[in-house]
Every structure is written in structure tokens, then in C-alpha cells.
């Protein structure tokens, strides 16, 4: 197992093959500029931003998968706005949960009677921080 999240396992065998493409991790600050008269505006340092992550999915039903079943599993955690962990090689991603932000897919082949064969999901996941 190449690593999970929730309950959505990233896989290579001989039977199914879910994995991901494009991986990139995002973290940024937070700063504010203050307007100065006649001075360039001074910037101060707010605090961190949450951390992003954006992947590409590859559904494909030659791979053992269902396109649109895995496409309704995303798109339900993005509404739902399920908090859970990401889990990569044995270990976990950020020191926080993430939830699905954003889902857009592009469908590549759909057979007779609306059949999908293939797809690319773009999933967005950003950082959680649980309230203390």
C-alpha cells in the first residue's frame, strides 16, 4: 500500500491500481501591510496559513477501479467535510487531519450508456485544525 486517506487506499497490485500524480504540498504565511504616508507600507507577520496538498487521480476501470463510484467517494468527503488523515509510505502527512476542498474531474472515455471507463480527478486537500 502506497498510503490512505480515510478510507480511500492508494494501491499497486496486480488487481487494482489507485494512485496519484502531480503531488504537491503547500505551506505559506499569513502578513498584513499597513499603509505608511509617503513610505513604502510595512508588513507584519500574522501567523501561518493552512497547508495545502493537490494531487491528480487516474481512474480507470482497466485498473480494477470504478471511475464514478471513486468520483462519488471524493466528491461525498468534500461535502461532508470529513476531517481525516493522510497517510503516505508509513507516515502521516502534516501534523493535523485534512479535508477535500475541491474535486474537478475531466472525464477521458465514456462507453454505451453513459458507462465511465476513465478519468483524471483533481483533489485538492487542505490542512484542518481541530478547535481546543
Aim: aromatic fraction near 12%; charge should be neutral.
Amino acid at each position: 500500500m502506497i498510503g490512505y486517506f480515510g478510507n480511500v487506499k492508494f494501491v499497486s497490485n496486480d488487481k487494482r491500481v489507485l494512485t496519484f500524480t502531480d503531488f504537491k504540498y503547500s505551506s505559506t504565511v499569513r502578513n498584513e501591510k499597513h499603509a505608511v504616508i509617503g513610505r513604502k507600507p510595512i508588513k507584519e507577520y500574522i501567523g501561518p496559513e493552512l497547508d495545502v496538498v493537490t494531487f491528480t487521480i487516474h481512474l480507470s476501470a482497466g485498473n480494477g477501479i470504478s471511475p464514478r463510484t471513486e468520483l462519488e467517494v471524493w466528491n461525498r468527503m468534500k461535502h461532508r467535510q470529513e476531517a481525516r488523515f493522510l497517510m503516505l509510505g508509513g507516515n502521516l502527512l502534516g501534523s493535523d487531519k485534512w479535508t477535500v476542498e475541491s474535486v474537478s474531474s475531466s472525464w477521458d472515455v465514456i462507453w454505451k450508456n453513459g458507462e465511465l471507463y476513465s478519468c483524471k480527478v483533481d483533489i485538492t486537500l487542505e490542512e484542518y485544525i481541530e478547535v481546543i
